[in-house]
């Protein structure tokens, strides 16, 4: 978006009110959303010329704001928080509260992907593990994609056996490069990093660069391999699947295997799968459920574990795209 549309972006939003402007905040990317804070925060009064050029329609409210508009902390702290909840919202209202005088890895979050890479590529591979998990997880894939082989397998193992982050280590990362990390003086460790985290970063990746990561954490340790492979979909995942695609998997799975993984799911997630199914099938997999009975855990998750497999594979097929993968990217 060009400095143009952002400005365009946030005197609209304004006009908006938070309400509405929360609810389009709720569709845009954690990068999209900085953008448009840092413009709201940064605009200045806006004359009536400008406003009924950027608002059109919405001609009639722009005429009311008399003197122009602007957008208060308190409007900008209120949007935000609406759209992303209290800890997001407050993460994002630190730094473009900042200005331009960002520090530590969060100003690398201002930073391109090209730009990280060449920034990081020569620092020890642990140490640009503990950079990416502190990076939303589509913006650390696109910095791997600028590393040659060795070292983006040698990251992504790093990232999924790291344990969280002692604040001697966010120090001594603070003077290799010169910055510091929000939060280092606290005490207790960040809960960043491991599996789920490694997982989530391989969700934007394209598929060619998955398998080829996976394969080299298959050679050095086949269970943690395939933790993360069991991470990067969960079962409840499928609720973010469109009615089209749950259709298609429930012709590749059989009742009874259904039923048991639907035994450990939650009711919306029941209620997803009851409403792609006939009338007639609906009923009767309500009643198998109920009277089912107790099953293992360790069997749920078993069959859970079963269908995961067939959405992968018509992930891999092309016939499903799983959400959270990258642009034109399949599982």
Do not use: C, Y
């Not at 029941?270 to 609906?282: D, G, I, L, T, Y």
């Amino acid at each position: 978006m060009s400095d143009d549309g952002l400005l365009k972006s946030a005197i609209l939003l304004t006009v908006l009110g938070e309400d509405e402007a929360a609810e389009v905040l709720k569709l845009m990317g954690p990068r999209e959303v900085q953008k448009l804070g840092k413009a709201m925060a940064e605009m200045q009064d806006v004359d009536k010329e400008k406003l009924t050029q950027v608002l059109d329609d919405f001609n009639d409210q722009a005429q009311s704001k008399a003197g122009g508009v602007s957008a208060s902390k308190d409007f900008i702290k209120a949007t935000l928080t609406k759209a992303l909840g209290d800890d997001r919202a407050a993460q994002i209202i630190d730094r473009i509260m900042q200005g331009g005088d960002t520090s530590g890895i969060d100003g690398l979050k201002w930073l391109d992907a090209p730009a990280i890479a060449e920034l990081v590529r020569n620092e020890h591979p642990q140490i640009i593990a503990t950079i990416l998990v502190h990076l939303d997880p589509d913006q650390a894939s696109e910095v791997l994609g600028h590393f040659v082989e060795r070292l983006r397998n040698d990251v992504i193992l790093r990232i999924a056996t790291l344990d969280g982050v002692q604040p001697s280590a966010l120090r001594e990362l603070n003077e290799t490069l010169a910055r510091l990390l929000s939060g280092a003086s606290e005490t207790k460790k960040s809960q960043l990093g491991g599996i789920r985290a490694a997982a989530e970063v391989l969700n934007f990746v394209p598929s060619a660069l998955e398998s080829s990561i996976m394969e080299s954490i298959k050679t050095h340790d086949e269970e943690l391999a395939q933790k993360i492979m069991d991470e990067m979909f969960v079962f409840e995942d499928l609720l973010e699947l469109d009615d089209r695609a749950v259709q298609l998997i429930l012709r590749e799975v059989q009742s009874d295997s259904l039923i048991v993984a639907l035994k450990g799911a939650s009711e919306e997630l029941r209620n997803k799968m009851f409403k792609n199914m006939s009338q007639r099938a609906a009923e009767q997999m309500k009643e198998d459920l109920e009277s089912k009975g107790p099953v293992k855990l360790s069997d749920v998750e078993a069959e859970q574990r079963e269908l995961l497999k067939v959405v992968r594979r018509l992930g891999e097929e092309g016939q499903i795209v799983l959400a959270g993968k990258g642009e034109d990217s399949f599982v």
